[in-house]
């Protein structure tokens, strides 16, 4: 059974950073991509970063390069995404999502629970 668990979200003031984590199981890790995602209060999914299989390459939403920084370690089945410098526009909840086999129509097939950023002072 394909597991994702979030954790890691909390209240953070403005400029400070916090680090996501994703727990996954049920699968071979390794052998797939994975991406945070993120919704805001009242808005859509929005793309944040992906990482492929291995590790060597990263992509980046523009709303987000710089500050933030996707990772996995593979040895323990875990993704993270480290966010430095939150802003207002930060608060959402965050998802991780696994990318789906090169045979399925979807993109991702299975999403975690979610994990709440709060950004305040």
């Known amino acids: 059974q394909v597991q994702l668990v979030e954790s890691g979200g909390g209240l953070v003031q403005p400029g400070g950073s916090l680090r996501l984590s994703c727990a996954a199981s049920?699968?071979?890790?390794?052998?797939?991509?994975m991406s945070w995602v993120r919704q805001a209060p009242g808005k859509g999914l929005e793309w944040l970063s992906d990482i492929n299989n291995d590790g060597d390459k990263t992509y980046y939403a523009d709303s987000v390069k710089g500050r933030f920084t996707i990772s996995r370690d593979n040895a323990k089945n875990t993704v993270h995404l480290q966010m430095n410098s939150l802003e207002p526009e930060d608060p959402a909840d965050y998802y991780c999502a696994k990318h789906a086999p090169p045979t399925s129509p979807l993109q991702y097939d299975y999403w975690g629970r979610g994990t709440h950023v709060i950004v305040s002072s």
């Open positions: 049920g699968f071979t890790f390794s052998s797939y991509a």
